[in-house]
């Protein structure tokens, strides 16, 4: 209770210093804004703009001073099963003998030469990795049930090409996933994807979306040119070849023909990344997974590492928070905002909060924040006794695997970030348990660091623990190691980045990505190290930011050392800016050449130019504050 | 930009550019209790609000019926003293403005909203569009300032902190752009390279009958 009339006070401030700033409005004029309702109050806004929470956590409007808020009608929470590979809910990609239009347009290092194909640069490791496996994709308009109380709701989606059949010529629908099909991967095994723009027109884009798109597999040890680099995009009726060599990093330098092993990466995913409309193109459903195993992360708990099997105890999670129109029911979207949308409903796996039916026994979930801006703080709760903590096992951050797992009491995850955890359900037989988000968060701008009480929070996921013991052939984490870092570069130069909002943009150094992705803000030289220092200023803000290609080691927060035994002792390929933060990062790049992005992946924050290109060369520069 | 005109591919594309031809307003529960709304009016009822404005000419219009139906849009806003950046803007804007030659006026057009409507009158205004021999098709535009608020706010000119939000210069970096009929609305940065914000711009532009034939330029 004392919570509650904390932020209602709050919001009072917030409303008296918005009076104050809209003297000269009249009363009329507010009401008009939506800001004022007819008893004379301000809505209670954390500033006009924001989305405001109601007392029960919910949204009550949308930003850009909707008339029409977007709270969505009720759903009844843990009615439908979570999308997974076993109940078809979700699927894994199948391999094709060859691609439909592959005589006319060959899979080749070179651009087919076909006239729809959207490459323009040769596939760097080809000859050296040829590909073992194809995949051919289309993306395309679909249709889908989210919860059983909204509407169909018209998404975009992943398609395998030729086995979901063809898209109606009518409607520009068709069957697709999302999350889209999931990439079982071997490290390898490379993997050519032939990825077809197949969605509709424009002026048939539901309200939002633009069909035209660049897939980003989202931390591959990937050439530049099937990294999924913002401006490849690619348009409607054009097909993209992406080359996934599946290698480790170190391949052509520190470790040559084998890679670097403790450089295993095991939980990626897939994304649209088109400039300037990443958020809602992938707000409509243009995300997947792609798994990546190895000889010691197997797939299988009886070899290796011993992790709960593939796919029957290993699970993905992409959680995301969306809203619906109180009106239609479909899926609101705010193409106005820059800060960032908050959603109020969760998502994992395409189903508002579902339920899911497991044993009592060790399970693997890849947790994954699939944005668009909000961070998440995942507790495991039971119900009957809901300030116990109930610990489980932290095993990778952003999909590498630790030095060793470690037991902790909740995840922190920034858009992009992915954990994967063990939770072992032995000791909850017959009970049931959710995986709860406790982190406050009231508008795009980031959480406040304000954990809300056990119980209190957003139950994303229920666990329905079955009562009979079965078999567990993992391993138990408390007895084991995975990779050691790799040890540190020396960096050949350090450079510093500032992420601020500049006159009402996003901006990294005080300069914005250019719609035409031409800016080469900096070189790096091939094979070598860097240490990038990357500052926030800000009180009021956060941003998850990604570098693309290769893992970092995190080595300070502020004066904070990164030491083992925490959890970001760690490869990793996003950081969470906090508020007032500096972090200090050390990289290598190594093997390929090309051109990658670093940017925020809050998407509303990385459409409005939050992003800057460097290439990786034969030959870098030395700019310190690019 | 190819030579669509916007009138003959409204006309072609038919009347009612959101329907789909299929019940997405039917629950999948089978129970028909939500409203149809054409996407596109969802848009206007959330963003684009019919305020009357005036221009720099003195003419009275309506925001939604008179500037955005049925067009390409590049919206920015500023205000007449303003120093530093906003010229800045204000110049890079008339190269973009080059880059799309004549359909500017005629199926693009340019919109500069004053963020001080009590002191850009439509006087100022005209004097400064002379001042910068600002070209036909890109009209500045002032209001009640009410009215210019609710614009702003609407069309995410604005921040969530109320002490930055005062500070009219955070909000002059960028650059609306969209098209209406379509429902593409995104942003650029105003002090981009103005080739770079003209290709943003054309990323909305009426679809091509034969899209896949898009000649991709040099973007290496
Ligand atoms: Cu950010």
């Given at each position: 209770m004392a919570k509650i009339s904390k932020a209602r006070l709050k919001a009072q401030e917030n409303a008296r210093k918005n009076r104050q700033e809209l003297i000269g409005v009249s009363r009329r004029d507010l009401m008009k804004m939506g800001l004022l309702t007819s008893a004379g109050l301000l809505v209670p806004k954390r500033g006009l703009s924001a989305r405001a929470l109601n007392s029960a956590g919910w949204l009550e409007s949308g930003s850009s001073g909707d008339d029409i808020p977007c709270q969505s009608p009720p759903t009844t929470p843990f009615i439908e099963e979570l999308p997974n590979h076993m109940n078809g809910g979700m699927v894994i990609h199948s391999p094709v003998a060859a691609f439909s239009n592959e005589a006319a347009c060959p899979a080749q290092a070179a651009p087919s030469g076909c006239p729809n194909d959207g490459r323009t640069q040769p596939h760097q490791a080809f000859a050296q990795r040829p590909p073992v496996k194809k995949y051919e994709v289309s993306q395309r308009r679909t249709l889908k049930s989210v919860h059983p109380a909204l509407p169909l709701q018209p998404l975009w989606g992943f398609a395998r090409r030729q086995v979901d059949g063809a898209v109606d010529p009518n409607t520009h629908t068709g069957v697709a996933w999302t999350p889209g099909p999931t990439f079982v991967a071997r490290y390898n095994e490379a993997v050519l994807v032939r990825n077809f723009n197949d969605l509709?027109?424009?002026?048939?884009?539901?309200?939002?979306?633009?069909?035209?798109?660049?897939?980003?597999?989202?931390?591959?040890?990937?050439?530049?040119?099937?990294?999924?680099?913002?401006?490849?995009?690619?348009?409607?009726?054009?097909?993209?070849?992406?080359?996934?060599?599946?290698?480790?990093?170190g391949i052509n330098s520190t470790h040559p023909g084998t890679g670097d092993i403790n450089e295993s990466l095991s939980t990626l995913w897939y994304h649209d990344h088109r400039i300037e409309f990443t958020a809602p193109n992938v707000y409509k459903g243009l995300a997947g997974f792609y798994i990546l195993f190895n000889e010691l992360d197997t797939g299988d708990e009886n070899t290796g590492f011993k992790l709960p099997s593939f796919p029957q105890f290993d699970i993905p999670l992409i959680i995301t928070d969306r809203s619906f129109s109180p009106e239609t029911g479909l899926l609101c979207f705010d193409m106005f905002s820059l800060d960032g949308v908050l959603g109020d409903r969760f998502l994992v796996n395409g189903k508002i909060q579902p339920f899911f039916n497991v044993q009592p026994r060790r399970y693997r979930f890849r947790v994954l924040d699939g944005g668009p801006s909000r961070f998440y703080q995942n507790f495991l709760l039971d119900p009957t006794s809901p300030s116990t903590i109930n610990k489980f096992w932290h095993i990778a951050n952003d999909g590498n695997l630790l030095p060793r797992p470690l037991l902790v009491n909740s995840i922190r995850l920034g858009v992009a970030e992915r954990h994967d955890i063990i939770i072992d359900f032995r000791p909850f037989a017959g009970k049931t348990l959710y995986l709860e988000n406790r982190l406050e968060q009231q508008d795009g701008r980031g959480p406040t660091n304000n954990l809300l009480p056990p119980g209190q929070g957003h139950k994303l996921l229920k666990f329905i623990v079955g009562g009979t013991p079965v078999p567990d052939g993992s391993a138990d984490p408390s007895t084991q190691t995975f990779y050691p870092l790799p040890p540190r570069p020396t960096p050949r130069i350090t450079r510093t980045f500032r992420f601020d909002r500049t006159n009402g943009q996003w901006a990294i150094n005080n300069k914005l990505m250019p719609g035409d992705c031409s800016d080469i803000r900096f070189r790096v030289q091939r094979n070598s190290g860097e240490r990038w220092i990357l500052q926030n200023n800000s009180g009021g803000w956060q941003h998850p930011i990604h570098i693309h290609f290769e893992e970092f080691q995190l080595v300070r927060r502020n004066s904070r050392i990164i030491q083992a035994g925490d959890p970001e002792f760690a490869r990793k390929d996003v950081v969470r800016l906090n508020f007032n933060e500096e972090v200090e990062l050390l990289f290598r790049f190594r093997d390929f050449r090309g051109r990658y992005p670093m940017h925020c992946h809050n998407t509303l924050h990385e459409d409005h130019a939050m992003m800057l290109r460097f290439d990786i060369e034969d030959v870098g520069d030395n700019k310190t504050e690019p | 930009m190819p030579n669509v005109n916007r009138r003959q591919w409204l006309t072609a594309s038919g009347a009612n550019l959101s329907a789909a031809g299929e019940p997405t307003a039917q629950a999948s529960g089978g129970e028909t209790k939500w409203k149809t709304i054409s996407p596109r009016d969802v848009i206007k009822n959330r963003h684009l609000p019919n305020v009357v404005l005036t221009t720099h000419e003195g003419k009275k219009v309506r925001f939604y019926d008179d500037l955005m139906k049925d067009k390409i849009v590049v919206i920015n806003m500023m205000y007449a003293t303003c120093e530093g950046v906003c010229p800045r803007i204000t110049s890079n804007l008339q190269q973009v403005q080059k880059f799309l030659g004549d359909r500017v006026g005629r199926d693009i057009f340019f919109y500069s909203i004053t963020l001080k409507p009590e002191v850009d009158t439509p006087a100022v205004l005209k004097k400064h569009v002379a001042m910068h021999k600002i070209k036909p098709g890109w009209t500045f535009l002032t209001g009640a300032p009410a009215d210019i608020e609710l614009l702003r706010r609407k069309l995410g000119f604005s921040d969530p902190d109320p002490e930055v939000d005062k500070d009219k210069a955070n909000h002059i970096g960028n650059v609306r752009y969209g098209n209406e009929a379509l429902m593409l609305w995104a942003a650029a940065p105003g002090l981009s390279k103005a080739s770079a914000i003209a290709e943003s711009i054309k990323w909305v532009d009426w679809p091509k009958e034969e899209a896949a034939t898009k000649v991709k330029g040099d973007r290496k």
């Open positions: 509709p027109p424009p002026q048939l884009n539901d309200g939002f979306g633009l069909p035209s798109v660049v897939t980003h597999l989202h931390n591959g040890h990937t050439p530049s040119e099937s990294d999924g680099f913002p401006c490849d995009y690619f348009e409607r009726g054009q097909f993209y070849d992406q080359h996934y060599p599946n290698v480790l990093a | -």
